[in-house]
C-alpha cells in the first residue's frame, strides 16, 4: 500500500502555490506509505538552461566544489543550490547529457535524481512531513508535479528505492501496485540501452515508458502500452516536461480518485487528499476507469 498525488495547474496564478498544495496532499496520505517519500516538481523552463538534480549520502564533502568541477568537466558554466542531502545543478542545456556522464567520474557515489528543462526530484526515506520540510517543497512554485509516499514490499528502504523514478528528460513516473514480470522487462530493456540503479518494479515501469517514448510514441500511446507488456496490478502517474497522465491496470484494484476544475486537474490515492484544494467543493470528481489513459498536455 503506498499513496500517490498529482497536480497539474490550468490556472498560472496557483503556480507560486504548487509545492505547497503538492506537500499537503501528500502529508495527508502519510498512512498510507511510512517508508519513504518523494516529490517531482516541473518548473517552467528557461530557455537554454537545464537543471541536473544530484543528491548525496555525504553533500557537504560532495556538493562543496561540485559546481566549479563539473563546469570545468563540461566546459560551460554551472551554479547550484543545495538543499539538504540534494543539489540542483543549472548548466546550458546543450551540454545535459555531457554532464550526466561527468558525474560519474567526478562524484561516483552521488546519484541523479532528475535531468531535463523543468524537473526537480527530491526524495529520501522518512515520513512526508519531514521530506518535504528538508527540502522546503512548501516554498517551491511550478506547474504542475507529482509525489509518492512508500510502503515497502519488494525492495529495501532506502532514497533509490523511494518514488518517483525517472529514467529520461522530464520523465518521472510514481506507482501503487506490484508487477510480477519486471525482471523480463528489464532484461528485455537493458538489451535496449536502457540503464538501472535499483531492482524495484517501479524504476521498470518508468523505463518502459522512457522507452516507448524514445521510440516516437505518444505520452498516451506509451502509457496505453503499460496494460499489454506489464503484468501486475499498479495505478502509475506520469509526469513530463509538458504533461501529467494516469493508468490503472484492467482490474483496478489500487484506489484512485481524479478532480478537475478550470484551474486544476488533481489526482490522489484517495479523495481525502484533495479536500484542500481550492474550489474543490465544485469539482468534477471521478474514480479512473480501469484498462484507460487519462492524460493532459500544454
Not at 528485455?188 to 515501469?205: I, K, P, S, Y
Not at 496490478?233 to 490503472?248: I, S
Request: a negative charge.
Amino acid at each position: 500500500m503506498c499513496g500517490i498525488v498529482g497536480l497539474f495547474l490550468k490556472d498560472p496564478k496557483l503556480e507560486p502555490q504548487l509545492g505547497a498544495m503538492l506537500t499537503d496532499m501528500l502529508i495527508t496520505m502519510t498512512d498510507r506509505g511510512p517508508d519513504s517519500a518523494g516529490i517531482a516538481i516541473y518548473g517552467r523552463p528557461e530557455k537554454g538552461k537545464a537543471k541536473l538534480t544530484v543528491q548525496s549520502a555525504n553533500p557537504d564533502a560532495d556538493f562543496a566544489t561540485l559546481a566549479d568541477d563539473l563546469g570545468k568537466a563540461i566546459a560551460g558554466k554551472v551554479t547550484g543550490v543545495v538543499k539538504d542531502t540534494h543539489m540542483v545543478l543549472e548548466l546550458p542545456e546543450d551540454r545535459l547529457e555531457a554532464a550526466r556522464h561527468a558525474m560519474r567520474d567526478l562524484r561516483p557515489k552521488a546519484k541523479v535524481m532528475s535531468a531535463g528543462e523543468g524537473i526537480e526530484i527530491y526524495k529520501e526515506v522518512g515520513l512526508p512531513k519531514d521530506v518535504a520540510a528538508r527540502f522546503e517543497v512548501s516554498r517551491m512554485s511550478g506547474t504542475h508535479g507529482i509525489g509518492h509516499t512508500r510502503m515497502a514490499t519488494e525492495s529495501a528502504v532506502t532514497t533509490m528505492g523511494a518514488h518517483p523514478f525517472s529514467t529520461g528528460a522530464d520523465q518521472c513516473l510514481v506507482h501503487n501496485g506490484s508487477l510480477s514480470n519486471h525482471n523480463s522487462v528489464r532484461r528485455v530493456l537493458r538489451q535496449a540501452g536502457m540503464t538501472f540503479e535499483t531492482e524495484n518494479d517501479t524504476e521498470v515501469a518508468a523505463a518502459f515508458i522512457s522507452h516507448k517514448l524514445q521510440e516516437g510514441a505518444k505520452l498516451g500511446e506509451a502509457m496505453e502500452a503499460t496494460l499489454t507488456d506489464l503484468d501486475g496490478f499498479f495505478t502509475f502517474v506520469v509526469g513530463t516536461k509538458n504533461g501529467f497522465g494516469v493508468v490503472r491496470d484492467p482490474i483496478a484494484c489500487k484506489p484512485a480518485v481524479m478532480a478537475e476544475t478550470d484551474q486544476y486537474v488533481a489526482f490522489g490515492s484517495e479523495y481525502r487528499a484533495m479536500v484542500n484544494l481550492p474550489g474543490i467543493d465544485n469539482a468534477r470528481v471521478w474514480e479512473p476507469e480501469p484498462a484507460t489513459v487519462y492524460f493532459w498536455e500544454r
